[in-house]
């Protein structure tokens, strides 16, 4: 990049000044998703420093503050980014990136980097020497890079991957790899007293949260508060009385954490000191009643007691599975029987959506559609057509096949003869990023995502004549949510946000909605994708948790996780007899997946 401020659109953070030849300076790849820059007239948050984690990361947003009064909206400006860091020591690190700019060719370079309270120095050593300066924050997965522009200040957030080489699985703190296994649970206030603690002696194994209750005392609050979690603990004891414990936490909404521990207990007291990601300790009581682990800490309004469950050794939970399949496919007493998940199709490569008719199940990936038999194909999943290498989202509808290209298109083909071209329906113009395609009331929706805004358009599905496309939904409720799933049906448009929360939209027509009264439902995990619904649920997938997740329509107010356990699921669809699901593949360590290791899987509604 040119290292004078403001000098490029959408700068990169270590480019160089001219194009780099594929190959120079780093191997890494770009998979990131199109991040368009958008202007916010308000001040800007302030650099708060941290210990940044090795891993790839995706930038997924730029914003340009321009302070009270200023610019606001988009600037009409993407960028694709992919950074690979590596530290070296506490304020160290090495850093690779790839960047292609909307009006630029891609950019490789390769540079140092050297840590320092709020601040960070990046020395570049390809394809040129060079040095600048920015401020930073990193918290959680996520990284923030502040730099002046000439229109206030410039906020670039990158995003860690989950398996990224050198990471931990893209989720907050390089301090465990324990997996988040629970059930999605809701905190439950009580009114009255909590019980007494009772001590006991901790084994080694996984705990999941099974129940979260506040005990507001009488006359306090009671009844469900909005709050969901999931929750794992590993506790490894070393004596009767002391121990570690790596934990996963994720508070529905906010970014999940991972965090590691030394305990030693005293009668009811437990006793935790934090060993990463920083030093911090905490005094709490607790109970140990057969495979339960109950433990007891103030909080506001009462005292929270949280239950964890003993998982048995296939991994199963005792007495209840919520749904997860078992070892051997043997279901534990009392628990939900396997799952039942059936590979159906195998050596398909980073696969991105899926939809179903009535005899196959069709999948986008790597720049192509294929099909297979909804009873399984292995490696034969026949090449439909093909797409283009940004080809984001695909839906099929009575023979004809929908897929979203090069950022601003809508195509179709007629696949009932077997391979078809692609024919553009609609060019929605520049910066227009057309994405989700959906399937109802003899309509095609979609999702157009340009800057801070978020439109909902759509087509009638014999095809985008005089007159349209027409758009269903232009209210505020959605800018600067990052859409990751689109369902519509009679009644409602529902959307899903990859960071959590699912938005339900009344529709008045099926090309009008009733903007004022859309409504946020319920929260989700980060990660989340995949988005489908039928006339009784909506389900998606969690690729950083790696679950299958519903709720129940109409209102959509509480999730539910009847499976987990899943690698990689990225699209979900289901048909009367089967849930359909696509896996996006094995992580290469650069940020993309490894060719020919996706696949489609089903299991028994």
Not at 129 to 158: K, M, Q
Not at 234 to 252: F, L, M, P
């Amino acid at each position: 990049m040119a290292f004078a401020a403001g000098a490029l659109a959408c700068p990169s953070l270590l480019g160089g000044e001219t194009p780099t030849a594929p190959g120079a300076c780093t191997e890494l790849s770009n998979s990131a998703p199109v991040a368009v820059e958008s202007r916010v007239a308000g001040v800007a948050p302030t650099p708060r420093g941290g210990l940044v984690v090795s891993g790839v990361y995706y930038r997924t947003a730029t914003v340009i503050y321009t302070g009270p009064g200023g610019t606001a909206g988009p600037s009409g400006r993407w960028s694709r980014q992919t950074l690979r860091i590596t530290t070296t020591s506490s304020s160290t690190a090495t850093l690779e990136e790839i960047q292609v700019d909307f009006d630029e060719p891609e950019r490789r370079s390769a540079s140092t980097l050297t840590l320092s309270g709020t601040g960070f120095q990046i020395d570049r050593t390809c394809p040129s020497v060079a040095s600048r300066s920015f401020g930073y924050s990193f918290s959680g997965d996520t990284l923030e890079v502040f730099e002046p522009h000439e229109e206030g200040l410039r906020v670039i957030t990158y995003v860690l991957q989950p398996g990224s080489s050198g990471g931990d699985g893209g989720v907050p703190g390089a301090c465990s790899e324990v997996a988040n296994l629970g059930p999605l649970v809701d905190q439950v206030r009580v009114a009255s007293s909590a019980p007494a603690p009772g001590a006991g002696a901790l084994s080694s194994g996984t705990f999941v949260r099974i129940a979260d209750q506040l005990y507001t005392g009488s006359g306090g609050a009671s009844g469900v508060s909005g709050k969901q979690l999931r929750q794992t603990l590993e506790i490894a004891a070393t004596s009767a009385s002391t121990g570690t414990i790596r934990e996963y936490y994720e508070d529905i909404g906010d970014t999940p954490e991972r965090k590691a521990y030394t305990f030693s207990t005293r009668g009811a007291s437990l006793d935790l000191s934090r060993t990463c990601p920083g030093p911090g300790g905490k005094a709490l009581t607790y109970t140990l009643s057969g495979d339960d682990l109950i433990v007891f800490e103030p909080d506001t309004g009462g005292t929270r007691v949280s239950t964890f469950r003993k998982l048995d050794a296939d991994g199963g939970i005792p007495g209840w599975d919520g749904g997860t399949p078992d070892a051997g496919g043997t279901p534990d007493a009392g628990s939900t029987p396997d799952a039942g998940i059936e590979t159906i199709a195998t050596g398909l490569t980073d696969l991105v959506d899926l939809d179903l008719d009535g005899t196959d199940v069709y999948v986008l990936g790597n720049g192509e559609v294929r099909r297979c038999s909804l009873a399984g194909c292995g490696t034969g999943a026949v090449r439909v057509t093909t797409a283009s290498p940004f080809a984001s989202s695909l839906a099929i509808d009575r023979g004809t096949l929908w897929v979203t290209t090069d950022f601003r298109r809508v195509s179709t083909c007629d696949v009932s003869s077997g391979s078809c071209t692609l024919v553009q329906q609609v060019d929605l113009g520049a910066n227009s990023y057309p994405v989700h395609l959906w399937v109802a009331n003899g309509h095609v929706y979609w999702v157009s995502d340009s800057g801070a805004s978020r439109l909902i358009q759509t087509c009638p599905s014999t095809g985008c004549g005089a007159g349209y496309p027409k758009t269903v939904f232009n209210g505020n409720a959605l800018d600067g949510v990052p859409v990751s799933g689109l369902v519509v049906n009679a009644t409602d448009a529902y959307v899903l946000s990859y960071v959590g929360g699912i938005f339900r939209i009344p529709l008045t027509s099926a090309e009008t909605s009733d903007a004022a009264a859309a409504v946020r439902t319920v929260g989700t995990g980060y990660g989340s994708g995949g988005f489908e619904g039928d006339a009784s649920l909506l389900r998606w997938a969690n690729i950083n948790a790696g679950t299958l997740e519903s709720c129940e329509l109409p209102d959509c107010t509480r999730v539910d996780t009847p499976v987990s356990g899943l690698a990689t699921p990225v699209g979900i669809r289901s048909n009367a007899t089967h849930v359909y699901g696509a896996s996006r593949g094995t992580p290469n360590g650069s940020g993309g997946h490894v060719a020919g290791t996706a696949s489609i899987w089903r299991m028994p509604r």
